[in-house]
């Protein structure tokens, strides 16, 4: 590989990673927030006072006044409750009765790692610092949640197939008015209908119902919580998220140090992490309140509360892969949680292309060798032209070198001869690079692609790479060796010796350092991508030499 192509490679990782460290990543300022009672205790409404309206995203950066609970927390002994068990074809779900919670969500096409014994990927990620999700919150001048309520299910099991369908009704009371949760489970589908039904305002204590000190109508929450993963990949984005009108706005965990309040038509919110989506679509709701707590985020989507009757609130909830056609197929947006980046177009038609080959190869390693043979076609004319104007260029290093010998006092006169020179020889200095520079996005989109498509996960290929989307190794005598990176090293070094060298000696032995630099990078990087690098490198060391031997001497 020339210096030119090194070069702009560097470059466009360099976008891969500033545009991940800077632009994936939002900010919110450091508000103060009232705490909020768990455990069954009724919470303090905490209302916010959010800055003034801007497009979707609010800080609530003024302080938060501190609103008295409904009624004052006593201790409580544990209670208890029963457990419902969902099966469908793809997933089998743990509600209690306690607070008509979700307990635990098992994925059965998902393991928790690649080894074979390892159990079903559970979405639902507890700590003792909050609630289990979907618990219901009356907000208003004070607040209360349903956390200690026992609510009373129409049955114990739940058990569904195919494109059938089943619903599971939890009923409690509270002041004597039903509040009611309505599941409706499909069989062969990731989404989850939820219709919830909370009591009239007219027969609730004044307090529930009551604007809130900063003028804020009485609301009802739906409440999503999650614990922080004890380990996360730093390359992509995990934490609370949500599509607020036309902006997704993730909001990293180290980055949520106080609540913020995201304002505006409510499409989803929840929590992303690379590979899986937990979140829930409302029909109608306002706003989005994120809250830390320890090592965990709450999450509050907030409906105003009907004038008068019952209000009624209807979400689609959505555990599962982001798996482009799953998440399109569910709507409201939840295709957005899947970001390919700024080239997402070029990734999604190389995504097809990769589906596509799957279906003839059915080895996820194989298909990137097959995408990345097909991309080198494409690139053919461009390659060839890089290496013949650096040939072009190799050829008049001699006259440059005089040119620069002669004329090392005057920088003005060296240059304008040196574009002469060119002229003379019909030479394009930049006829090398522009190649290059073409297929930067081809190659940011790949690295999107192969860093977040979630058929890789836990993909084997052959021998020692059992996981695709992980860094591989092969591991002897206890000591993890890189080898598809150290071969990948390798193949840039001799890249290095077969492409035409221009510039000064220097120059070039710096150059030869680049190998080395981009072996320690890559052995971070998923065994798909160096798949993908190495069978690049291979194909370009194959056209070099072609092309070496079919040149004009």
Known sequence: MDRRTLLFVAISVAIIVLYQEFVLKQYAP????????????????????????????????????????????????????????????????VFTTVGGRLEDFRLKDYRETSAPDSPALSLVLPAPEIELPLGIELRGAQAWRDSGLVYEADRATVSVAG????????????????????????????????????????????????????????????????????????TTFE??????????????????TGPEVLDGPVSWAGFEDHYFLVAAAPERATSVRMLPKGNAVEEKILTPRAATGPTHLSFTLYLGPKDRPILEAAGHGFAEGLDFGIFAPIALILLQALEYSHRFTGNWGIDIIVLTILVKILFWPLTRKSFSSMRDMQKLQPEMARIREKFKDDSQKMNTEVMELYKRHGVNPLGGCLPMLLQIPVFIGLYQLLQNTIQLRHASFAWWITDLAAPERLYIMGYGIPVLTLLLGASMFLQQKLSPQAGDPNQQKIMMFMPVVFTFMFIGFPAGLTIYWLTNNLLTIAQQWWMLRSAPT
């Open 30 to 93: 450091p508000p103060t927030e009232a705490p909020v009672a768990a455990n069954g205790a009724p919470s303090t409404g905490s209302p916010e006072e959010p800055a003034a309206p801007q497009p979707a995203r609010v800080a609530a950066n003024a302080p938060v006044e501190e609103v008295a609970p409904l009624t004052p927390p006593a201790a409580t002994k544990p209670i208890e409750g029963e457990r419902i068990r969902v099966e469908t074809d793809l997933y089998e779900a």
């Open 163 to 234: 494109s059938d369908s089943a619903t599971l009704v939890l009923r409690a009371l509270f002041e004597g008015q039903p509040i009611v949760k309505r599941f409706t489970f499909r069989g062969d589908s990731y989404p989850i209908d939820l219709v919830v039904e909370t009591p009239a305002g007219e027969g609730l204590p004044g307090a529930l119902t009551q604007a809130s000190p900063d003028g804020k109508p009485a609301a009802v929450a739906l409440l999503l919580t999650r614990a922080r993963k004890q380990e996360e990949d730093g």
């Open 239 to 256: 934490g609370p998220a949500a599509l607020v009108g036309e902006d997704l706005i993730q909001t990293p965990f180290d980055d949520l």
